[in-house]
């Protein structure tokens, strides 16, 4: 495979999921770490990425105010932002992660809505507080620099505290039979912290990242009371969720 090709497809990876380990990427492109991180550092030399320890980053989950950082499938996010609004009611406590899709969903609720949001992402909180008649609260920890999410004994003990009526998260893999999934441990127990914490969970994804596996479980499908993407709930793509008393496909 020549140097081109595997940048190209490095740029997808890191704009679907946000972030990648050069692990992961040499497993799938086949190559040595030594490659991979060669590959990393001329990405990052060009402005197309951000490398952080371990991988890398996109450029918009990092810096998501800035307009010069076209965000991945962003017509399919406001798709998915606009269904999930719809599960908002007057007064809820609702619990949501980080990424670029709940950075949507943030940007997009309607300013007549009041209700408590809880974030353990800083970029959300920033987001969620243009919105005069919500409550925000961000639950604080040390940062994980790779997700822009808190992580920590700290912030699980919070979230454990609290009993929302909806969590809101997004997953790097999803599939039927290994259910959600992705490769940063610290990332994965803060999740399942918001899952166990929370009434009702809705997980957001667009329809590329379907059957892709990443290293840890999060949880199983049965687990999650909302599927939420940008298809329809009848599209072939969905058949294997369907059928099942959870989760609602949206």
Same mark, same amino acid.
């Given at each position: ?12 990876? %890191? ?44 450029? @918009? ?60 992402? /800083? ?25 822009? %999410?808190? @992580? ?18 997004? @997953? ?56 939420? @993407?940008?298809?329809? /709930? ?17």
């Amino acid at each position: 495979m020549l140097k081109e090709e595997r940048h190209q497809i490095i740029l997808k990876e %890191i704009n679907l999921h946000n972030k990648v380990y050069s692990t992961d990427l040499s497993e799938k492109l086949q190559v040595s770490e030594d490659t991979i991180r060669r590959d990393l550092n001329e990405m990052s030399d060009l402005g197309l990425i951000l490398k952080v320890h371990g991988g890398a980053m996109s450029k @918009t989950f990092h810096y998501p105010f800035n307009s010069q950082n076209p965000v991945y499938a962003l017509e399919a996010k406001h798709v998915i932002a606009d269904k999930v609004i719809g599960l908002f009611k007057k007064g809820m406590m609702i619990l949501v992660e980080g990424g670029t899709t709940i950075m949507e969903i943030a940007k997009k609720i309607p300013a007549d809505l009041q209700a408590t949001f809880l974030t353990v992402s /800083p970029q959300v909180a920033l987001a969620l507080a243009e919105h005069e008649n919500i409550e925000v609260i961000s639950i604080g920890g040390r940062l994980a620099k790779s997700a822009n %999410i808190h @992580t920590g004994a700290s912030v699980i003990y919070e979230i454990g505290n609290i009993k929302p009526d909806l969590c809101i998260i997004g @997953t790097n893999g999803i599939s039927q039979e290994h259910g959600l999934t992705d490769s940063d441990w610290e990332v994965v127990q803060v999740i399942k912290a918001m899952i166990r914490a929370a009434k009702k969970v809705a997980v957001v994804t667009i329809a590329e990242k379907f059957n892709s596996v990443k290293r840890i479980k999060i949880a199983d499908i049965k687990d999650i009371d909302y599927l939420v @993407t940008e298809l329809s /709930p009848n599209s072939p793509m969905l058949a294997q969720y369907n059928g099942a008393e959870k989760p609602v496909l949206l």
